[in-house]
């Protein structure tokens, strides 16, 4: 596990399942990261616990002292060879949202990034109207490097996508 001040990043386990899936069942925040999906919840089950796949590591993010999920952070298309990945966080409760907790959490897994898978480059998407996502990872240090303009259809309009990224202080 990792240990920031307010945060604690660790595995996802089974009870956190119902969180999970509930924030995966909103529409309203589908809207924020893609098209809605009613899940299913033997998928979710294989998606979260079961799959076994060396190229992502998905990280709970959990409010000391509180043992439930506050959300997740995902790290995935690790490239070892070009020391490269993609990064996302989701904070599933609403409430904790605008806190503070998202930068800690996103703090201390590019520092994992950095320090113990050995990458140099972290890059993300993101939707253009997700302005809070977009202020958050400026705030980590992602600076802009593209728009995919009408990328992806989501209830009935075409949504541009930002490309953000981030070279690890002295490669």
């Given at each position: ?88 966080i ?9 806190k ?50 009408s ?21």
């Open positions: 596990m990792i240990f920031g001040k307010r945060v604690v990043l660790g595995p996802i386990m089974p009870p956190d399942l119902t969180s999970l899936f509930q924030w995966t069942d909103s529409a309203e925040d589908a809207a924020i990261n893609g098209t809605y999906r009613p899940p299913s919840w033997n998928e979710q089950e294989e998606f979260w616990l079961l799959q076994q796949d060396p190229s992502r590591i998905f990280f709970a993010i959990r409010i000391k002292p509180r043992s439930e999920i506050a959300g997740y952070i995902q790290i995935r298309e690790i490239e070892p060879v070009h020391r490269s990945a993609k990064i996302g989701w904070i599933g409760e609403a409430a904790e949202r605008g503070g907790i998202g930068f800690e959490a996103l703090e201390l897994a590019i520092d994992y990034c950095w320090r113990q898978l050995n990458l140099r480059r972290l890059t993300l998407e993101v939707f253009a109207h997700n302005e809070a996502a977009i202020r958050l990872y400026a705030r980590s240090g992602f600076e802009r490097e593209g728009m995919l303009k990328a992806q259809y989501v209830e009935g309009a075409w949504i541009d996508i930002v490309l953000m990224a981030l070279q690890r202080p002295g490669g």
